[in-house]
């Protein structure tokens, strides 16, 4: 086994060894975190609340007398309580994802991806100069 590829599995100065003195500098704390009861009420009362909503509208839509050559309103149960109930379930999963479980820390928020950073690669332009020296008529390399 090479010396180099034995002393990055040990912990020397490979990539992983450096992630990892990343990783255990960095402070453990999280900051304050909501409980689970209050994010199950999260996920529970939003989307219920938001399917209720959508259902009694519908209702008080059906109660309406219809104008002349239009048909009532009638509720249904898929279209009134189940799709507003299940956008308002994913609109709470996303949020849950982006701010990592409801937590309270605020300099943590972070998007569902974080794109890497771009590195600056600069490049060292070497050149020759050939001057002619005007007494001399030699030619000179700088």
């Known amino acids: 086994m090479p010396a180099s ?3 990055s599995a040990a912990g020397g ?3 992983f060894a450096r992630h990892k003195s990343a990783q ?11 409980p689970w009861v209050g ?4 996920f529970v009362f939003v989307p219920s609340f938001t399917g209720l909503c959508g259902l009694g509208v ?3 839509q059906s109660r309406q007398e219809p104008l002349e050559g239009e048909e009532p309103h009638a509720v249904d149960f898929d279209r009134d309580f189940v799709t507003p109930f299940l956008l308002s379930m994913a609109l709470v999963i996303v949020l849950g994802f982006q701010t990592n479980g409801f937590s ?11 794109w890497p950073k ?4 600069q490049r060292v332009r070497r050149e020759r100069v050939i001057v002619e020296d005007e007494n001399d008529g030699a030619k000179k390399e700088q």
Not at 105 to 113: I, T
Not at 118 to 121: D, G, K, L, Q, S
């Open 5 to 7: 590829a034995n002393d």
């Open 39 to 42: 994010r199950f009420l999260i």
């Open 58 to 60: 519908s209702y008080l």
């Open 118 to 121: 771009a590195r600056r690669v």
């Open 13 to 15: 100065s490979g990539a």
């Open 24 to 34: 255990e500098a960095a402070p453990a704390t999280r900051g304050p975190s909501m």
């Open 104 to 114: 309270g820390s605020g300099e943590q928020r972070r998007g569902a991806f974080v």
